[in-house]
């Protein structure tokens, strides 16, 4: 067994960007690194090079330059030499998810005359950084297989630094939070193109826009199939609602589902801000939701109404009829969320926690349209046609399929203006009209307590 098969083994590489595990060819000097890990629990790991490969401690406190201290270290997996370069963000779920950064790295030698023992201990030996310096030892606790204690010993250094001092990257300067939201190399084309003329939308923004609303907007369309409407030419040139997955860029998700006649689709979805961001730099503007995830799409996981009212209808008439819908809803003690549409008329999502066929998930929908039709049969339609709306709202239900879509909360909508689909509470309904968030009101609104907070649990 390869040194390093436990540290392959625990790890994907289609998704974590760590490099693979591969012993290496001896150095002239021995390499280290300290790690600064951010993941479920805050850390640092030291690493010491023999071997050829990395050998690894987690030290929960970090290391410490005064002698009193005796730090915890944990001894972990053996790593690659090459991960002491390694610095960046790995995915959630992954192992060890979170942020890496590289805090320090040098060289370090055995004491002359302490042979180090990797296996029982103690090591002896001298770092040589450029944040950690001098004599330290590691000595293993007995009785235990894992723990062991890293302790500065008395020397010039010591006391020479409080490492606390230190939170930027030695490779980058980078702060934890400046790695984390690296938009990891997305390289972003004529971002001075227009998008809107009056007033003026470049690309940038809209990057900006989708990069601001991230935290609220990821959790609601991460690894849920989507279709995406691209602009090449900005918002008065032609557009076309991308559906099927492209392999252009590495940061989506793929799903292939197989149709009736042996026949093969290829979907996509957005796992992280990566693909968000790098779906815009494609001239992805919009985005548009399917009602499921991709790791299930046989069952929705949630149901959309979409309130289309007939052209010459107040606004006092629409609200009213999200009003009613609500109370239906609340009838049947299902929690539900209000955006705007961003066009004309607003969206009421209902989240399933259930597994729910997508054959139910319409039919509840129907029955909760026909219910409307038949409480209000001079108010609301469940009839698709434009000539049953006259003077009606149409509740759409028939969205609740699988395949269809709904554009995503905190979307652009590219129309007359630029605005968003966007997530408001329920008090609001009457003060915000369908197309009243533009996407600079959209960034102010952020600010304020999130109104779909309740949404994902
Ligand atoms: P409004 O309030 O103005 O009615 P809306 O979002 O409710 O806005 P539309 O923008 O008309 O409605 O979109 C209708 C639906 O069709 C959306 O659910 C959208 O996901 C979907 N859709 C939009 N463009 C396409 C397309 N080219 N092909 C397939 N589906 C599309
Ligand atoms: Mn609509």
């Known amino acids: 067994m390869s040194k390093l098969s436990a540290y392959n083994n625990k790890r994907n590489f289609n998704k974590t960007k760590e490099p693979m595990g591969k012993k290496s060819k001896k150095a002239k000097r021995l390499r280290f690194c300290i790690q600064h890990h951010i993941a479920r629990k805050d850390h640092y790991d030291l690493r010491l090079e023999w071997n050829g490969v990395l050998i690894s401690w987690a030290v929960p406190k970090g290391p410490s330059y005064n002698p009193k201290d005796k730090r915890l270290a944990i001894k972990v997996e053996d790593h690659p030499i090459d991960y002491r370069n390694f610095e960046g963000t790995i995915p959630k779920g992954e192992y060890g998810g979170g942020t890496v950064m590289l805090w320090d790295k040098g060289y370090w030698e055995p004491i002359k005359g302490y042979k180090p023992n990797f296996k029982e201990g103690p090591i002896k030996f001298i770092l040589k950084g450029s944040r950690l310096k001098g004599m330290w030892t590691l000595v293993k606790l007995k009785n235990n297989d ?47 193109k227009i ?17 601001a609303v991230s935290k609220r907007m990821l959790p609601l369309m991460e690894n849920r199939l989507i279709s995406t409407i691209r602009y090449p030419s900005g918002s008065k040139g032609s557009s076309f609602f991308k559906k099927h997955f492209e392999n252009l860029h590495k940061f989506l998700g793929l799903k292939r589902i197989k149709s009736k006649k042996e026949h093969q689709n290829d979907y996509y979805y957005i796992k992280d801000i990566n693909g968000l961001i790098s779906e815009v730099q494609m001239n992805s503007y919009e985005f548009h939701v399917w009602g499921c995830l991709a790791s299930d799409v ?40 209000l955006k705007t549409s961003g066009g004309k008329g607003y969206h009421v999502v209902v989240p399933l926690n259930a597994k729910v066929t997508w054959k139910n998930a319409r039919l509840i929908a129907k029955n909760i349209a026909e219910l409307m039709e038949a409480r209000w049969p001079n108010k609301y339609t469940s009839n698709m046609k434009k000539s049953k709306r006259k003077g009606k709202i149409f509740i759409d239900w028939v969205r609740n399929t699988k395949g269809a879509t709904s554009v995503a909360p905190y979307s652009l909508r590219i129309r007359k203006k630029l605005t968003v689909s966007m997530p408001i509470s329920w008090n609001e309904l009457d003060k915000i009209k369908p197309d009243e968030i533009t996407m600079e009101e959209a960034i102010k609104r952020l600010k304020r307590k999130d109104p779909w907070q309740k949404f994902n649990n």
């Open 146 to 192: 894992t723990s062991w204690l890293l302790i500065k010993d008395k020397d010039e250094y010591h006391l020479y630094d409080d490492i606390n001092e230190f939170n930027t990257s030695i490779k980058t300067n980078r702060t934890m939070d400046e790695i984390k939201d690296n938009i990891k190399h997305i390289e972003i084309t004529n971002p001075d």
């Open 298 to 337: 046989s069952h929705a996981d949630m149901l959309v109404f979409d309130l289309d009212p007939d052209e010459l209808l107040s606004l006092k008439r629409l609200r009213k009829g999200v009003k009613d819908l609500k109370s239906i809803l609340d009838e049947y003690e299902l929690s539900s969320f």
């Open 195 to 211: 998008i809107y003329k009056k007033p003026k939308v470049t690309k940038v923004d809209i990057i900006n826009y989708y990069k």
